[in-house]
T-cell receptor
């Protein structure tokens, strides 16, 4: 089974802090994703990476950056945390290529981040 | 604008009963439609994926249908169990962007004893 592991289930930080969220997958997937999930809004894509050191902005990248130095690890960085970044953050991974386009994304269990 | 809308927002049923969740989408050109189950405090888990040519797919007590002409999908749960209590999320992928998914906001199902 694919396992996507997020380093923290719950995190409380203060406004202005630099925050790191870590995600590791064990299935050699090329694609990795960071989403945030807010009530009534569904999942929204923050950033996407299709290879090591490669990244693309999603729908809501403002206030975030990412790092992918190794294939299995994808980090989300809040440069200067603000209260409106309080949310559930979900990491996902998937295979790449047209023949895998009907394969699911595999999600971690999320990090519930509170910014005070 | 690509959108996915789900109904109802929430649903309460008694254990053992059947229920049907709805999903309407405006994503074009369509590639596939997925249903995910998300337990409280957990990440979403894939239930089914259907392409344009498939109009029904089952996974145990879960049966998804797809009408690509009317751009509608449904998820039918048979003989509900307490463990079916969760959010069910409909997700659509467009042909030109297989990595970028459009998520519905989910239906929250509560199964009561």
């Amino acid at each position: 089974d694919v396992k996507v592991t997020q380093s923290s289930r719950y995190l409380v930080k203060r406004t202005g802090e630099k925050v790191f969220l870590e995600c590791v997958q064990d299935m050699d997937h090329e694609n990795m994703f960071w989403y945030r999930q807010d009530p009534g809004l569904g999942l929204r894509l923050i950033y996407f990476s299709y290879d090591v050191k490669m990244k693309e902005k999603g729908d809501i990248p403002e206030g975030y950056s990412v790092s992918r130095e190794k294939k299995e690890r994808f980090s989300l960085i809040l440069e200067s945390a603000s209260t409106n970044q309080t949310s559930m953050y979900l990491c996902a991974s998937s295979l790449t290529g047209r023949r895998y386009s009907n394969q699911p994304q595999h999600f971690g269990d999320g990090t519930r981040l509170s910014i005070l | 604008k690509n959108q996915v809308e789900q109904s109802p927002q929430s649903l309460i049923i008694l254990e053992g009963k059947n229920c049907t969740l709805q999903c309407n989408y405006t994503v074009s050109p369509f590639s596939n439609l997925r249903w995910y189950k998300q337990d409280t405090g957990r990440g979403p888990v894939s239930l089914t994926i259907m392409t344009f040519s498939e109009n029904t797919k089952s996974n145990g007590r879960y049966t998804a249908t797809l009408d690509a002409d009317t751009k509608q999908s449904s998820l039918h749960i048979t003989a509900s169990q307490l463990s079916d209590s969760a959010s069910y999320i409909c997700v659509v992928s467009a042909v030109d962007s297989s990595y970028k998914l459009i998520f519905g906001s989910g239906t929250r199902l509560l199964v009561r004893p």
